[in-house]
Nanobody, 120 residues
Framework: VQLQASGGGSVQPGGSLRPSCAASGSIFSINGMGWFRQAPGKQRESVAGITRGGSTNYAGSLEGRFTISRDNAKNTVYLQMNVLKPEDTAVYYC???????????????WGQGTLVTVSS
């Protein structure tokens, strides 16, 4: 199983980005998917999560600017980020709780991270 994140980049303050993360390989089912971020010198923190049914949750300070969504048919999760601020600069990681086979335990897999830089 592999999670491949893409769509990061460099933007000016106030700009937008929409990274995505696709899961591939031996996948029976995916439960929750989510995004975390880690800024330089800081601990990794949760950004947003989404269930298979589409229920979402956000870090309190980000709700309203960030929107998480997913396409179950494509095993892909997205993070629409608007009105970006310099403090949003971080490596963004995706994860997925999934079963590789019908009788496999639920396991969390992580993507490799995609860098988002917000600077003028």
């Amino acid at each position: 199983v592999q999670l491949q994140a893409s769509g990061g980049g460099s933007v000016q303050p106030g700009g937008s980005l929409r990274p995505s993360c696709a899961a591939s390989g031996s996948i029976f089912s995916i439960n929750g998917m989510g995004w975390f971020r880690q800024a330089p010198g800081k601990q990794r923190e949760s950004v947003a999560g989404i269930t298979r049914g589409g229920s979402t949750n956000y870090a309190g300070s980000l709700e309203g600017r960030f929107t998480i969504s997913r396409d179950n048919a494509k095993n892909t999760v997205y993070l629409q980020m608007n009105v970006l601020k310099p403090e949003d600069t971080a490596v963004y990681y995706c994860n997925a709780d999934l079963r590789s086979r019908w009788n496999s335990p639920l396991t969390t897999y992580w993507g490799q991270g995609t860098l988002v830089t917000v600077s003028s």
